[in-house]
């Protein structure tokens, strides 16, 4: 079992800039690959970001890409998500993810791919 409590949400105009952090508890952090998904009201929880377990891969969505940077920390149990030059339209609730232990598939970008969730954080960006 893991959990997950992200924070750093918040207000910010556009083209400012927010970080995001998950905070995990549990079992073996390093053993997880973790991503990053966001929701809109009336939408799909569409992915966002994702890092595999040996951190040394990461995925993004396209409309993020050179925007968004998703890291993390193993020592310290943490997932970040850097995000620059916000638009209006990347506001929603962002939530981290984590797979089941040693995930390999390629289907990270699906939230079905993820065991875990958080209860997400709000993030509006006004124009």
């Known amino acids: 079992q893991v959990q997950l409590v992200e924070s750093g949400g918040g207000l910010v105009q556009a083209g400012g800039s927010l970080r995001l952090s998950c905070a995990a508890a549990g079992r073996t952090f390093t053993a997880y690959t973790m991503g990053w998904f966001r929701e809109c009201p009336g939408k799909e929880r569409e992915f966002v970001a994702a890092i595999n377990w040996g951190a040394d891969t990461t995925y993004y969505l396209d409309s993020v890409k050179g925007r968004f940077t998703i890291s993390r920390i193993n020592a310290k149990n943490l997932l970040h998500l850097q995000m620059n030059s916000l638009k209006p339209e990347d506001t929603a609730v962002y939530y981290c993810?984590?797979?089941?232990?040693?995930?390999?598939?390629?289907?990270?970008?699906?939230?079905?791919?993820?065991?875990?969730w958080g209860q997400g954080t709000q993030v509006t960006v006004s124009s």
């Open positions: 993810a984590a797979t089941s232990p040693y995930y390999s598939g390629t289907d990270y970008y699906t939230a079905a791919a993820y065991n875990y």
